[in-house]
């Protein structure tokens, strides 16, 4: 069964203190795995699609990395602004266009 | 250029009664995506339609729960009847199969319906 766990699931940091949230998954055919941001009361807003094994994407103080097994949110330098969910999900080849998500990391930048 | 649009945005309701939700994807966008979320479960696929047919319907809860979408730039999620456990945030999400590579679709979400059933 295609899987996505996310941790931690809350994370507290201080304004400029970096940190890395992962995103583990078991896909039978990984399509796409795919970060969104989520602030309170919105939708989730995209971020990066990582394609294959070794893949790096950057925005702003955010990258996103990508294993077989797992993928990685490293945000350097935080600011406050940066608080909020982030979610990940996995698309598999035979699933259609199916997004299957994590339950998310709730980040806190602290000024 | 307008995003994914939902109506309502909020929706208070009794047990028993018929809602429905609409959206309308980003113009251009031949796929559309229904999830629902909860703190329980976070986001889960209800149904998707791709080129106004239904894909896959796999995720609807059962037969209380229908969607259509007649034409392109519009589709609708109905619960009638409404139970409290339907309480939840329900998004529709659009992509385009002709964005990037022809099987890696990026899904923009709309700003949500929060349903509360008394």
């Known amino acids: 069964e295609d899987q996505v766990t996310q941790s931690p699931e809350a994370l507290r940091l201080q304004e400029g203190e970096s940190s890395s949230l992962n995103c583990s998954y078991t896909?039978?055919?990984?399509?796409?795995l795919f970060w969104y941001r989520q602030d309170p009361g919105k939708g989730p807003e995209f971020l990066f699609t990582?394609?294959?094994a070794g893949e790096e994407k950057e925005k702003e103080r955010l990258k996103a990395t990508l294993t077989k097994k797992e993928s990685f949110l490293h945000i350097t330098a935080p600011k406050p602004e940066d608080s909020a969910t982030y979610l990940c999900?996995?698309?598999?080849?035979?699933?259609?266009?199916?997004?299957?998500f994590g339950q998310g990391t709730e980040l806190s930048v602290k000024p | 250029d307008a995003g994914v649009i939902q109506s309502p945005r909020h929706e208070v309701t009794e047990m028993g009664q018929e809602v429905t939700l609409r959206c309308k994807p980003i113009?251009?966008?031949?796929?559309l995506f229904w999830y629902r979320q909860t703190m329980m479960r976070g986001l889960e696929l209800l149904i998707y339609?791709?080129?106004?047919?239904?894909?896959?319907d796999s995720g609807m809860p059962e037969d209380r729960f229908s969607a259509k979408m007649p034409n392109a730039s519009f589709s609708t999620l109905k619960i009638q009847p409404s139970e409290p456990r339907d309480s939840a945030v329900y998004f529709c999400?659009?992509?385009?199969?002709?964005?990037?590579?022809?099987?890696?679709?990026?899904?923009?979400f709309g700003p949500g319906t929060r349903l509360l059933v008394l």
């Open positions: 999400a659009s992509s385009s199969t002709r964005q990037g590579g022809p099987n890696q679709e990026t899904q923009y």
């Open positions: 339609f791709n080129n106004n047919v239904p894909i896959d």
């Open positions: 990582l394609y294959s």
């Open positions: 999900a996995v698309q598999a080849y035979n699933q259609g266009g199916k997004l299957i």
């Open positions: 896909v039978s055919g990984l399509r796409g």
């Open positions: 113009s251009g966008h031949n796929s």
